[in-house]
């Protein structure tokens, strides 16, 4: 997280003192992406396990309750992925000057022009390189299903791909997305804790958040 699933800015909050409200900002962004995309992640590990069928049929667990029933899965999968989706675009666009920056330096260390990136830098670059890819994959199919949901008069509807091929690109990027999103909280923990912590202390202060300073 941090300035977290698409940015990798480092330590935003690391500063003493009130939040700016750009800090605060960030926080609340990442932290709904964070639920959101948890919410889309369980649902999701639900129906890797307990795949489409039909009661009886050739899957005879498709309607097993798991805290909810399938229905209920299927609604957090749809809604928490919109959501997520969203409120990730609002985070790229929050974010843009960094993506374009990084993007830059990557280009211009790889051609060996300008400065040098650290090693560090580098893996936290393509670990956010990877999310985003994966994340536009898991979104274009994830639209595709919302449009031609199972079941539906559209089931069948074909666009570029076969359903089957759509279900495996949004089975396998959002599996990789996880796991990079894992890597990412992981490289930003630090920023995590700290902003976490700054941002309940000043909730209980009642302070004010610090406007943020123009550049």
């Known amino acids: 997280m941090g300035s977290c699933v698409m940015n990798g800015c480092l330590l935003l909050?690391?500063?003493?003192?009130?939040?700016?409200?750009?800090?605060?900002?960030?926080?609340?962004?990442?932290?709904?992406?964070?639920l959101s995309g948890l919410a889309a992640a369980l649902s999701g590990i639900y129906y890797l396990y307990l795949p489409n069928g039909y009661q009886g049929g050739r899957n005879p667990l498709y309607d097993t309750v798991i805290v909810f029933h399938r229905g209920t899965w299927e609604d957090i999968h749809t809604w928490g992925g919109v959501i997520m989706v969203a409120i990730l675009l609002v985070h790229i666009t929050y974010h843009w000057s960094w993506v374009k920056t990084m993007t830059r330096r990557m280009v211009n260390a790889i051609r060996g022009r300008g400065t040098r990136m650290s090693s560090k830098a580098?893996?936290?670059?393509?670990?956010?390189?990877?999310?985003?890819?994966?994340?536009?994959?898991v979104a274009t199919s994830g639209i595709y299903?919302?449009?031609a949901p199972s079941g539906s008069a559209h089931s069948t509807v074909t666009f570029l791909f076969s359903r089957t091929t759509w279900d495996l690109i949004h089975t396998w990027s959002g599996t990789t997305m996880?796991?990079?999103?894992?890597?990412h909280f992981a490289i930003h923990w630090g920023w995590v804790t700290?902003?976490?912590?700054?941002?309940?202390?000043?909730?209980r202060s009642g302070a004010r958040p610090v406007p943020q300073m123009s550049r």
């Open 194 to 203: 700290k902003v976490s912590t700054r941002f309940f202390t000043t909730l």
């Open 13 to 34: 909050g690391a500063e003493r003192g009130p939040m700016s409200k750009r800090t605060r900002l960030n926080w609340l962004i990442d932290l709904t992406v964070f």
């Open 122 to 137: 580098r893996f936290n670059v393509l670990i956010d390189a990877l999310i985003g890819l994966c994340f536009v994959l």
């Open 178 to 183: 996880i796991a990079g999103a894992v890597v």
């Open 145 to 147: 299903f919302l449009f």
